[in-house]
Each structure stands twice: as structure tokens, then as C-alpha cells.
């Protein structure tokens, strides 16, 4: 190796044993880029023996296209500067490309001149190669993150939220950016939002488990604050010597309807059978007491004071026979039998009807809307708005208005029914449509049910809104033509 002719001896002494022992490529240029040192990690990065590029020029391991950079990097040289951390890309002997990262610096002789330079580089292409197989690596990672069918949320040991994929967007009602950095309690109500990040803490504290690597189902709640049912499973993993949690979530809607049709479905079944017998056991049994009964009262003297008592038990009867004739139909719903209908008129007709009750004559009925007739039940759909109506007058306990407005298009008919009564509060508003739930003192808890299971039968929908306080609004919506 030879060094600059004017370098202090000591100092090359020095340099000739850096040169030897270091694995790093080591390079001594004179002013005019010709090569004085060739280290023997230089030997190995670009391949060519110092032999080779003694007295040679440095620009046989830099491409063409980058030939100016060395002109540069010489100027910055003499003007007495060093050159930092400068990525670049240089050749070797067979003509293959390597990513570099160079630091230059100025060699002064004992006079302090600017006698050469000297050039340390690395070779950046594995660490290159690592950084895009990561890259890649997070790419598909990112993209089976993004295409999951299912939720899937990463938060801190703090429960901040740092990963909210689409599916979790979806099912939330959340955008990544509204949540990202947010505490996960957010996605849950009371009274777990509460307890989430005390188990969180405790877990930490005593690496005692409740649900990391168990799946169960828990209780989610949506950006509108409704609530749903979901299957939570929670791994743990650990990054730069920080924990993260992984919660893949499961919507479980669909599978809690699908129990809850079942579970109606097998009560339906088991009322059926109820019913039949109540038909036949109770049924006739009591058209024929109720017979007996009128008898009796028709051969009391006239101004007799058991007379009324036997007003009441027919009337006592005939209300027992009123509540077999809903559980009936409820649990044997006729098939629908399907003709045109003028559901306007139906509707019209069916208000008159309730009108001549004299309960009601402080009520009126305010019908407005028009549509064409469709295809349904006549009588099945007459039992449906007489239902309704009545529900909202007695709402309006026998006074005031109740509005009832019609609107068609070419696919749907739409008819809701208004009240201006006290509300349902949300709790009962959640059971409505349970079969023998009610909000009155008296009732079978049967109507809204049956009105529901003949709309169904219809391929139609039936909904209820109501706010304690200001009322309540039925919509009732039906297909124009059954399918």
C-alpha cells in the first residue's frame, strides 16, 4: 500500500493498519480522484484487488451517470469540508450495483495541507434488500389486514387504538381516523367500557388472564350507540419490547336473529298444539256456558238485582273468547289468500269502524294520502290496521288525533300510524313484538305480534318509533305486488 508522499509517517503508520484490519471498504484518493490506499474491505465490496486500482482512477467503480459526484465530492475535499452520510449507488468489477452509504473527510500532510482524501463506505444493498422484503412483508400483511371479512383492531398496553381495518369501519360505523389513538373503550357500553381498562391494568400488573387467547362473545356498541352482539378473541404480541393486544371481532347479529327465529319458531309450534287443545277443550265449552248463562238471565223477573251480575259474566266471557280468538290466530295464522286490495279504503273503513265506538267518540281519525291498489289479504291486513289504530287511540286514551298517512310508489306502499300519547320508553319498546309482552294494564300482549306475522306474511316490514312523552309512529311498509 502506498500512501501520500507527503503524509506525516506516523499518521500513515497509523492508516496503513486501519486499512489492513478493517472490514469496512476504505478508500485514499489523491486530490485528482487517482487511487493511493485500496483496504482490503474495499477488496471485498467492489471486488477489484488493490493491485488493480493502484494509481487508477475511482471512477472505475462509479457509474457513468454519476461520474459528476465524485468532481463534487473532490471540490468539497479541498475546500476543506467532509462529506456525511452520502447514499449513493457504485459499481463493482463484474458491473453489478451496489447501494453505499459514503463519509469523506480531508487528509492534511504536517503542514496542514489538503493533501488527499479519505472515502469509508458501507454497503447498504442487503440492509436495502431487508427493508423492501419488510416493506412486502407489511404490504401483505397490510392487505390480509384490509381484505379480512371480519373486524380486526391492535391497541397499546395503554388500550389506545393503533390498527382499525375495514371491516372494523364497517362494523362500528367508525372511520380509522376517528378512532386511531383513542381509548377501545369507546367500543363498548356500559358497564364494560368501564372495566376495560382496569382489567387491562390488572392483567399487566399479574399476567392473569379473563380473555387473551379465549374467545367469547361480548357486547359491542356502534357510533350511533346501538348495541350488538359479537365473538371477541384477543392474542397478545410484543414489538420493540412494547406489548400490543390483537382483538379479531365476529359479528354475531345474524346468528343471535337466527336463535332468536328458532326459539320463536318452537314457541309458535309448541302454542299450536296449546291451541288446538284450548279449541277444543275450552272453546265450544264456553260458547255453550255462555248460552246456559243468557238462559238463566232471560228467566229473571223484570228489575231483577242479579241481572247485572249476569251482564258482567257474559261480558267476562265473551273477552275470555276475544283472548282465544288472538292467541288463535297468532298461533295458527291463516295462509294469506291474495287479491287486489284498496288498502286507502281498507284503512278509511276500518278508522269508521273504530269511530262508532262510543269510548271513542272524542277521537278523531286525519287520513290524508292516496295509492293504488296492491296485491294482499284483505282480511289479514284489516286485522293488521285494526290493530294499529286501536293501539293508538287507546294511547291517546279516547281523545285527540291520530294520524295516518298513505304514500305509494311503483315497488312499495307505505302507511304509518301517529299517536300523540305518553311514548314507550326504550326498554319496552325492545319487546314489543315479544309475544304476550304489554304495556297496558290489560291486554294479551298478542296484537303487535300477530300484526307482525301477518305484515311477514305479506314479504313486507313493520316498524316502530316512539319517544316518551310525544307519542309513537308505526310505518307499516308492503311490497305493491307479492313476488
Known sequence: MDAAADADPEN?????RVMALSQDAIIVTRLDGMVVSWSRGAERLYGFLASEMQDRSILAIIPKERSNEISDMLDRIRAGESVDDFVTVRQTKDGQSLNVLLNATPIRDAAGRIVSALIVAWDLTAQRRTEAALRQSEGRWAAVIASAVDAMI?????????????????????????????????????????????????????????????????????????????????????????????????????????????????????????????AHEVKNPLAAVRGAIQVIGGRLPAGSRDAPIVT??????????????????FARTPQPRFAPVDLASLVQRTAGFLSSDPALRELRFDIAGTMPPMTGDPELLRIVFQNLLLNASQAMQGKGTVTVRLAADDDLHKVTVTDHGQGISPEARANLFRPFFTTKSRGTGLGLPTAKRLIELHSGSIALDSEPGKGTTVTVTLPARMP
Open 12 to 16: 500513515r503508520q497509523i492508516l496503513n
Open 312 to 329: 258482567e259474566i257474559v261480558a267476562r266471557i265473551d273477552a275470555l273468547d276475544e283472548l282465544l280468538k288472538d292467541l288463535l290466530l
Open 154 to 278: 391492535v391497541i397499546d398496553a395503554k388500550g389506545a387504538i393503533e390498527v382499525f381495518n375495514p371491516a372494523a369501519e364497517r362494523l362500528f360505523g367508525y372511520s380509522a381516523e376517528d378512532v386511531i389513538g383513542r381509548n377501545v373503550n369507546m367500543l363498548m357500553p356500559a358497564p364494560y367500557r368501564d372495566e376495560h381498562d382496569q382489567y387491562i391494568g390488572d392483567y399487566l400488573r399479574t399476567g392473569h388472564q379473563k380473555i387473551i387467547g379465549i374467545g367469547r362473545q361480548v357486547t359491542g356498541r356502534r357510533r350511533d350507540g346501538s348495541t350488538f352482539p359479537v365473538h371477541l378473541s384477543v392474542g397478545e404480541m410484543s414489538s420493540g419490547g412494547e406489548r400490543h393486544f390483537t382483538g379479531i371481532l365476529h359479528d354475531l347479529t345474524p346468528r343471535v336473529q337466527l336463535e332468536e327465529r328458532v326459539r320463536d319458531q318452537t314457541t309458535l309450534a309448541r302454542l299450536g298444539e296449546m291451541a288446538a287443545v284450548i
